[in-house]
């Protein structure tokens, strides 16, 4: 009997032991593409990153989830950016695009929103009173910011509230490439952080004023790099979910009223998101989000001052 728990607790240590070196190659792992001239994206476990390529160094747009993950990746974006992180920009407060942050050196400049930084003090306190302090985002803008550095042009812009209350772009001028941060999932059911100031009601709006921009491609929060026809397939989802979520509501119809009834359409090549017991960001979970909006049920955390909407 004892040499029999002996051979299963030897067995169960192996297999813990393959399932870490499973974890760690898959968190690891990234895969990367040329966007333009100067502009690569790197994809892994994560929301896609950003590099531009400038005659001083790189500029590196969100460093995914992990510590660990952001040092792989400044490795690789500094090679792929012509020399030492000169910028990094955080395009919103979520750990899966800022927890890579502390592999960088303490003074790195850190550039996103007032509202993301005030987001991130919020709602994921722990993780930057640790061996991240120091690491937050450190260049705070309200609307709009813009650096110059080695020959490039880095315009960063608040244009109104979607997946959270406070995510920025990026646009690489020169190269015509924008970053548009998780208020685009390209052909994914979106996360809606309705907590955090995000809003169905007011996305596509937002989404008309980042469309109003001069880009060729853009690189999403998560999926493939594509064009402005991408980023206008997803408006339409995001306008006709609104509209549905809009009317559901009105009409004093419950979730599951709400569920059921849902005759979507603009989703049909739409995958899902998820990670086991974590979350799962599918149909229903977009839907129950929208309707949680437009029925009043969830209302955004206050801070100190509201998220401001965009009229203009
Ligand atoms: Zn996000």
């Known amino acids: ?19 870490a070196v499973y974890l760690y190659n898959r968190i690891t792992f990234l895969d990367h593409d040329a966007v333009s ?27 995914m989830a992990f510590p660990i993950q952001g040092r792989r990746i400044l490795d690789l974006a500094e ?3 012509g020399g030492p992180t000169q910028a990094v920009v955080n395009t919103h407060y979520h750990a899966d695009h800022t927890h890579g942050n502390p592999a960088w050196p303490i003074g790195t400049r850190i550039v996103a929103t007032e509202r993301t930084r005030a987001y991130l003090e919020r709602f994921d306190p ?15 803008f309200t609307d709009r910011h813009e650096l110059r550095i080695g020959g490039k042009t880095i315009r960063s812009f608040y244009l109104g509230r979607g997946h959270t209350g406070g995510d920025l772009v990026v646009l690489f001028v020169e190269d015509r490439v924008l970053h548009a941060g998780d208020l685009f999932f390209n052909r994914r059911y979106p996360n809606i952080d309705l907590e955090a100031g995000g809003s169905v009601q007011q996305w596509a709006e937002t989404l008309d004023r980042v469309l109003a921009l001069n880009f060729d491609k853009v690189i999403p929060g998560h ?12 408006q339409r989802f995001i306008a006709e979910l609104a509209e549905f979520a809009r009317e559901s509501a009105a009409a004093g119809k419950s979730l599951e009223e709400t569920l059921a009834a849902a005759d979507l359409e603009r989703d049909g090549a739409f995958e899902e998101m998820s990670i086991p017991f974590l979350f799962k960001f599918d149909r229903d979970f977009a ?7 437009a029925s009043g049920i969830v209302q955004p955390v206050e801070l100190s001052a509201p998220a401001p909407a965009k009229n203009h």
């Open 223 to 234: 999926g493939p790099v594509t064009d402005r026809a991408g980023l206008l397939e997803f």
């Open 79 to 81: 090679r792929l950016g």
């Open 37 to 63: 001239d100067s502009v690569h994206v790197i994809y892994g476990v994560g929301g896609n990153v950003a590099v531009l390529r400038t005659q001083s160094g790189a500029v590196i747009v969100d460093t």
């Open 287 to 293: 839907i129950r989000r929208a309707w949680e909006e």
């Open 1 to 19: 009997m004892g040499r029999k728990v002996g051979v299963i607790a030897a067995v169960l240590t192996a297999l813990a032991g393959l399932l």
């Open 126 to 140: 722990a993780f930057w009173e640790g061996s991240a302090a120091g690491s937050a985002p450190n260049e705070l």
